[in-house]
T-cell receptor
Framework: GAVVSQHPSWVICKSGTSVKIECRSLDFQATTMFWYRQFPKQSLMLMATSNEGSKATYEQGVEKDKFLINHASLTLSTLTVTSAHPEDSSFYIC??????????FGQGTRLTVV | LAKTTQPISMDSYEGQEVNITCSHNNIATNDYITWYQQFPSQGPRFIIQGYKTKVTNEVASLFIPADRKSSTLSLPRVSLSDTAVYYCLVAIYGGSQGNLIFGKGTKLSVKP
């Protein structure tokens, strides 16, 4: 299947700083990528839809000024958690689809804010 | 609100066949049924997708009755490494439009 890669796999940052997470589709072009957040023992929750060359679409309750999404190319989308706080600590996962088929997920990024 | 209902957990032993059934009573005509596997601290991994009848790949089989209101994921001869959470999702085009709504999934525990 298609490969979606995230970087970094895990990151620890101080409260108040910003963290950038990259999501790359390695062997296909993805006009749309999706960002999810997963808290411990819970299911994945869609945060936003990232569209190449345009603004992201955020789900209700997700602060667009806090979670900055940039989709600069057909193979790269980035999520920046700005002014991170301990409650932002979570597992962040991206996904992308090749055409109208199933979505493929990255390996996830564990963010810990101390 | 998840559109699917599946058992919260299941236990099995190595070598057994495991069948996980998912209910999706409100499935729409354009919806596909997709199953994902997730290990702790990893992203979901695609297992299988289908629209109707039966689909089989090297990992699993997916059985979908004619009314499509449910589906069953069948894992043949499970091993310890199959211990994971399994999600059943229904979505237009299999989720490529970003409309994947994850339910709680089924936590499968395989014992020796």
């Amino acid at each position: 299947g298609a490969v979606v890669s995230q970087h970094p796999s895990w990151v620890i940052c101080k409260s108040g700083t910003s963290v950038k997470i990259e999501c790359r589709s390695l062997d296909f072009q993805a006009t749309t990528m999706f960002w999810y957040r997963q808290f411990p023992k819970q299911s994945l929750m869609l945060m936003a839809t990232s569209n190449e060359g345009s603004k992201a679409t955020y789900e209700q309750g997700v602060e667009k000024d806090k979670f900055l999404i940039n989709h600069a190319s057909l193979t790269l989308s980035t999520l920046t958690v700005t002014s991170a706080h301990p409650e932002d600590s979570s597992f962040y996962i991206c996904s992308a689809a090749q055409g109208n088929t199933e979505a493929f997920f990255g390996q996830g990024t564990r963010l810990t804010v101390v | 609100l998840a559109k699917t209902t599946q058992p919260i957990s299941m236990d099995s032993y190595e070598g057994q066949e495991v069948n996980i059934t998912c209910s999706h009573n409100n499935i729409a005509t354009n919806d596909y049924i997709t199953w994902y596997q997730q290990f702790p601290s990893q992203g979901p991994r695609f297992i299988i997708q289908g629209y109707k009848t039966k689909v089989t790949n090297e990992v699993a089989s997916l059985f979908i009755p004619a009314d499509r209101k449910s589906s069953t994921l069948s894992l043949p001869r499970v091993s310890l490494s199959d211990t994971a959470v399994y999600y059943c999702l229904v979505a237009i085009y299999g989720g490529s439009q970003g409309n994947l709504i994850f339910g709680k999934g089924t936590k499968l525990s395989v014992k020796p």
